[in-house]
Nanobody, 121 residues
Framework: QVQLVESGGGLAQPGGSLRLSCAAS????????MSWARQAPGKGLEWVSG????????YYADSVKGRFTISRDNAKNTLYLQMNSLKPEDTALYYC??????????????WGQGTQVTVSS
């Protein structure tokens, strides 16, 4: 069955960096777009970033543009999110999600359990 397992979260200082990973299994990773979303305490789900199955297009929310970088290694079935210049408002539970098709515009059908990112001094 489809499994998405996030890792790499933790505590970071403002201005610091973290790299999230999402190990995928149970489907042909290279044929699906993948995305990252987050949910801060008391707030709704926010779509953070997405990448086409072949890496040809990416999306970033305005709140993370220029600071976060999404990437994928189709040979390792792994999605990444490099987060730099972290801010306290980046504190959230970060989820990896499998898109319905090769484009990230089509919605999602599977989610991971999430990894907590806390940005605080």
């Amino acid at each position: 069955q489809v499994q998405l397992v996030e890792s790499g979260g933790g505590l970071a200082q403002p201005g610091g960096s973290l790299r999230l990973s999402c190990a995928a299994s149970g489907f042909t990773f290279s044929t699906y777009a993948m995305s990252w979303a987050r949910q801060a305490p008391g707030k709704g789900l926010e779509w953070v970033s997405g990448m086409y199955s072949d890496g040809s297009d990416t999306y970033y929310a305005d709140s993370v543009k220029g600071r976060f970088t999404i990437s994928r290694d189709n040979a390792k079935n792994t999605l990444y999110l490099q987060m730099n210049s972290l801010k306290p408002e980046d504190t959230a539970l970060y989820y990896c999600a499998k898109n319905l098709g090769s484009s990230f515009y089509g919605g999602y059908d599977y989610w991971g359990q999430g990894t907590q990112v806390t940005v605080s001094s």
